[in-house]
């Protein structure tokens, strides 16, 4: 778990603003997923990425919502002009090729 | 999306009791995922299934794949305060795919 690297761990954003999470997998992983968790809810897919592609995002919002994983570099989520109901945990995982683990997660708060 | 069924939603049991909890799909996974989540932090992985009707123990806990390939029971035993956090199944299609997570099974220890 500790191999997946989150950063921030807690992110406060105004309505409007941008929000950019990054996450790191751990070494010798090209498999990256977000998911999304809301208060007292389990986590939800968002988007699978392996370097400079988007694999599947069929858990991602039309709008909004942007995930690149580069060829150097982490993968980052990008939610734009955010609102109140981005507020959530947002986690990246990673995997070799089956077993996949999670980093600690990213918090965001919209005020 | 699909989810999963997992139940209970919570559980308050007295230290050194067992615990069992269950998830059930309305479609087949080839592998089962079990995690526990403590608070502020991500999922940690407890046991991988990768065949229908295996069996799989780590320490006091035991997990079985169920053999229709649409369930799966997690068992703690002899339960202890630090057991205490949200238990989530999860079921994969096949590698390199998303996770489809139940809604948690909240677990609360008495002293």
Request: hydrophobic share 35%.
């Amino acid at each position: 778990n500790a191999g997946v690297m989150q950063n921030p761990r807690h992110l406060v954003r105004r309505r409007g603003q941008e929000a950019r999470l990054r996450c790191s997998p751990m070494k010798g992983h090209s498999h990256v997923y977000w998911y999304r968790q809301l208060p007292e809810e389990g986590l939800k897919f968002m988007v699978y990425l392996q370097k400079e592609n988007i694999i599947d995002e069929s858990g991602m919002p039309k709008e909004r919502f942007s995930a690149e994983f580069p060829k150097e570099g982490p993968s980052i989520l990008r939610i734009q002009q955010v609102v109140r109901g981005d507020s959530a945990a947002y986690f990246c995982a990673s995997s070799p090729t089956d077993t996949i683990y999670f980093g600690e997660g990213s918090w965001l708060t919209v005020v | 999306g699909q989810q999963l069924n997992q139940s209970p939603q919570s559980m308050f049991i007295q230290e050194g009791e067992d615990v069992s909890m269950n998830c059930t799909s309305s479609s087949i996974f080839n592998t089962w995922l079990w995690y526990k989540q403590e608070p502020g932090e991500g999922p940690v992985l407890l046991i991988a299934l990768y065949k229908a009707g295996e069996l799989t123990s780590n320490g006091r806990l035991t997990a079985q794949f169920g053999i229709t390939r649409k369930d799966s029971f997690l068992n703690i035993s002899a339960s202890i305060p630090s057991d205490v956090g949200i238990y989530f199944c999860a079921g994969q299609w096949k590698g390199n795919t998303p996770l489809v997570f139940g809604k948690g099974t909240r677990l609360s220890v008495i002293a």
